[in-house]
C-alpha cells in the first residue's frame, strides 16, 4: 500500500513529470501502466487481507492518534489551568503592583505636601520673624525720638535757666555797681565836706602849733622819757593795726555766713538779718513757728502712708527730736522712692515738727553754677555750721549731684569736684545739721554718698486703703472745707463712685490723686454755683487714668532704654490685677 502511495508519488512525480511534458508532448504510457498494476493489485488475492491489515493499521494508528490527542488535550486543558493559574499569578502581582504604586505615589504626595507645608509656615515664620524685627526697629525710632524729644527739653530748659541765672546775676550785679556809684558819690561828697572842714582845722593848727612848736620841740628832744613813750606807743599802734585787720578778716566770714542765706538754699526757717529786712510777713511767721510747740509726731499729719513706713518714720522723728535734745549727732536719712509719693511733703513736715531749724536745697540747682558750685556748697555748709539749734538740710532730687563720680556716668568735671565737695563736709558725724536727701533714683548714687547715709526709708505707691484715705484727705481739703466749698449733688451715687475712684486709680501716686482732687475741684468751679455732679467728676477721673495711661507708656519706652531703676517698675508693666478690669472702665471712653 506504502508503495503504491510512494508508487503513486512516484507517480505524482512522474505526473510531474508528464505535466512537465505536459506543456510538451503527453506520455500516456505512465497512466496506462498505473491501471495495469491497480488492476493487478486488486485481483491479488492477498490484496483484500492486505487492505483489511491496513485497515486495522489504519485502525490502531487512528486509536494511538486519538490516545494522544486526548493526552494533548487533557496537557492543553492543564496547561490552560496552569495559564490561568500564571495569569491570576500575574495579575495578583500587578495588582500588588499598582497598589505599592499607588502607595508610592500616595506617599510622594504626602511627602510633597509635608515639605510644601514646611515651605509655607517657613516663610511665615520668616515674614513674622522680619515684622517682629520691623517693629523692633519702629520701637527703637520711637524710643530714640522720644529720647531726643526729652534731651532738647532738658537742653532748653538748662538753656533758659542759665539764661534766667545769667540775667539775674547781671541784674544783681548792675545793681550793686549802681548802688556802690551811688555810694561811693555820697561818700565822695561826704568826704570833700571832711576834707574842707578838716583843712580848716588843720590850717587854723598850724598857725597855733608853729607858734608853740620851736619851744616843744626842743623840750621833747631834751626829754629822753618822752622819747621812748613815743616809739613804744608808735609800735603798738602798727600792732594793733594789723590785729584789727585779721579779726575783720575772720569776722566778715562769720558775718557773712550768718548775715544772708546762702543762694542755693530754696527755703529756711532760719531768720537772718536780710531776710528780716526783705521779708518781714514771713520773718514775722517764723518767730511765730519757733515759739510754737513741737510735737514730734505730727511730723506725719497729713502724710498718708502703708503702716510699717509710718512707723519708721515716726521712730527717725523721735530720734532726730532728741538727738538735738541730748546733743548727739545726728543721722543721716535717704528717702527713695517713685516720684509724688511724699517723700518732700514727709521732709518739710519733719523739719518743722523736730524743733530744728531747716534749709531745703535742690540738686539740680547745682548744675547750672557750673565751677562756682563748689563754693556755694561750701558756702552753704558754712552757713549751716553756724546753726545753733541745729539744723536740717534736706536735700531734694539729691541724685542730681550725688551721682556715681565716675566720667563713664556721665559726670562734669564740676559735679564731681561739687560731689567731693559734699564728701568733704559729710565725712564725720555732726551735731550741727543733720542730711535728709530724697531721691527717685537711689541706684545712681556715688558709693561714698551712699555711705553718709543711715536709714533709708523706700517710700512706694499708695495701696487701696491709701488711696481711700489720700482721697477723703484731699476731698475734705479741696471739695468740702476751701474758702468756697462744693456741693457734690445727690448722695447715693457718691459712695459707690468712690469706690470706683479707688479701683480706678491704681498705680496713681499721692500727687496725682491729689490732682484727680484737683480736678473735681476745678470742674466744680466751673459750674457757677460751685456743684459738682457725679457724672462730671466720673469723666475727670476717666481723663486722668486715660494721662496716667499715656505716661506710663513713656515711662515704659525709657525703661526698654535700659534707664530705669529695678524695683520701679512703676505700674502697667506688672501684671494684670483685678482693678485693671475696674480702670478698663475709664480708659475705654
Ligand atoms: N503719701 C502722701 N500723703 C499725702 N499726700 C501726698 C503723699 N504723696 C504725695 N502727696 C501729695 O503730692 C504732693 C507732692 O508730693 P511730694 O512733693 O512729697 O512728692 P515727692 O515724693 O517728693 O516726689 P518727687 O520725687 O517728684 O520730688 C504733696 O504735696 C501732697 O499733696
Ligand atoms: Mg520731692
Known amino acids: 500500500m506504502f508503495k503504491n502511495i510512494t508508487g503513486s508519488n512516484a507517480a505524482g512525480k512522474n505526473n510531474a513529470t508528464s505535466d512537465e511534458s505536459f506543456s510538451g508532448t503527453v506520455d500516456p504510457t505512465g497512466l496506462e501502466r498505473a491501471a495495469k498494476a491497480a488492476r493487478d493489485l486488486d485481483s491479488s488475492p492477498n490484496a483484500q487481507a492486505s487492505l483489511a491489515l491496513v485497515r486495522e493499521q489504519e485502525k490502531t494508528k487512528q486509536s494511538e492518534f486519538e490516545a494522544k490527542t486526548a493526552e494533548l488535550r487533557a496537557y492543553e486543558a492543564q496547561q490552560r489551568e496552569k495559564n490561568i493559574e500564571v495569569q491570576a499569578e500575574q495579575q495578583r502581582k500587578t495588582i500588588e503592583k499598582q ?8 506617599h510622594y504626595r504626602d511627602k510633597l505636601e509635608r515639605e510644601r507645608q514646611k515651605d509655607t509656615l517657613g516663610m511665615q515664620m520668616q ?12 520701637d527703637e525710632e520711637s524710643v530714640l525720638r522720644q529720647e531726643a524729644i526729652r534731651r532738647k527739653t532738658v537742653e532748653y530748659e538748662t538753656a533758659l535757666r542759665q539764661q534766667a541765672d545769667s540775667a539775674k546775676a547781671k541784674a544783681e550785679a548792675e545793681g550793686r555797681i549802681e548802688q556802690e556809684r551811688r555810694n561811693h558819690d555820697l561818700i565822695m561828697q561826704q568826704k570833700r565836706l571832711e576834707l574842707r572842714e578838716s583843712r580848716k582845722t588843720t590850717l587854723e593848727g598850724i598857725r597855733v602849733a608853729t607858734s608853740s612848736i620851736g619851744a616843744g620841740l626842743s623840750s621833747f628832744v631834751s626829754d629822753r622819757e618822752k622819747v621812748t613813750t613815743a616809739v613804744g606807743g608808735l609800735s603798738l599802734a602798727a600792732l594793733g593795726i594789723y590785729s584789727a585787720r585779721a579779726g575783720a578778716t575772720v569776722m566778715g566770714g562769720y558775718i557773712g555766713a550768718r548775715l544772708g542765706k546762702p ?11 536780710l531776710s528780716a529786712v526783705r521779708e518781714p510777713i514771713a520773718t514775722a511767721r517764723k518767730v511765730y513757728a519757733r515759739f510754737s510747740s513741737h510735737n514730734a509726731d505730727r511730723a506725719l499729719d497729713g502724710v498718708v502712708l502703708a503702716s510699717p513706713t509710718k512707723t519708721r518714720l515716726q521712730r527717725i522723728a523721735r530720734a532726730t527730736k532728741n538727738s538735738r535734745k541730748h546733743q548727739a549727732p545726728f543721722r543721716n536719712v535717704l528717702l527713695s522712692g517713685p516720684p509724688g509719693t511724699g517723700k518732700t511733703l514727709f521732709a518739710k513736715g519733719l523739719a518743722k515738727e523736730s524743733g530744728l531749724e531747716y534749709a531745703i536745697f535742690t540738686g539740680g540747682d547745682l548744675a547750672p553754677l557750673g565751677s562756682s558750685a563748689v563754693t556755694e556748697l561750701h558756702k552753704m555748709f558754712d552757713w549751716a555750721q553756724t546753726s545753733r539749734k541745729g539744723l536740717l538740710l534736706f536735700i531734694d532730687e539729691a541724685d542730681a549731684f550725688l551721682r556715681t563720680r565716675s566720667s563713664a556716668a556721665g559726670a562734669t568735671e564740676d ?10 563736709r559729710t565725712g564725720q558725724p555732726t551735731t550741727r545739721f543733720m542730711l535728709m536727701m530724697a531721691t527717685n533714683r537711689p541706684h545712681e548714687f556715688d558709693e ?15 495701696g487701696p486703703e491709701q488711696r481711700r484715705e489720700m482721697l477723703n484727705l484731699f476731698v475734705n481739703r479741696l471739695i468740702r472745707r476751701p474758702a468756697t466749698p462744693i456741693k457734690l449733688l445727690g448722695d ?8 470706683e475712684a479707688v479701683g480706678g486709680t491704681e498705680h496713681f501716686s499721692g500727687r496725682e490723686m491729689e490732682k484727680l482732687v484737683i480736678g473735681w475741684q476745678a470742674a466744680g468751679y466751673g459750674n457757677p454755683t460751685a456743684e459738682l455732679a457725679v457724672d462730671e467728676a466720673r469723666q475727670v477721673l476717666r481723663d486722668h487714668v486715660h494721662q496716667k495711661d499715656m505716661k506710663e507708656s513713656w515711662a515704659l519706652s525709657q525703661r526698654q532704654e535700659g534707664n530705669r531703676p529695678p524695683g520701679y517698675q512703676g505700674s502697667r508693666s506688672v501684671e494684670r490685677t483685678g482693678a485693671d478690669a475696674n480702670r478698663e472702665l475709664y480708659t475705654a471712653a
Open 263 to 273: 543762694s542755693l538754699v530754696r527755703e529756711t526757717s532760719r531768720i537772718t538779718p
Open 127 to 138: 515674614a513674622q520673624r522680619q515684622m517682629k524685627e520691623e517693629e523692633r526697629k519702629k
Open 492 to 499: 447715693e451715687p457718691w459712695d459707690q463712685f468712690w469706690d
Open 415 to 424: 559735679m564731681r569736684n561739687a560731689l567731693n565737695a559734699f564728701l568733704y
Open 99 to 106: 497598589a505599592e504604586y499607588a502607595r508610592g505615589q500616595e
Open 448 to 462: 561714698a554718698a551712699a555711705d553718709r547715709v543711715d536709714d533709708v526709708i523706700p517710700f512706694s505707691l499708695p
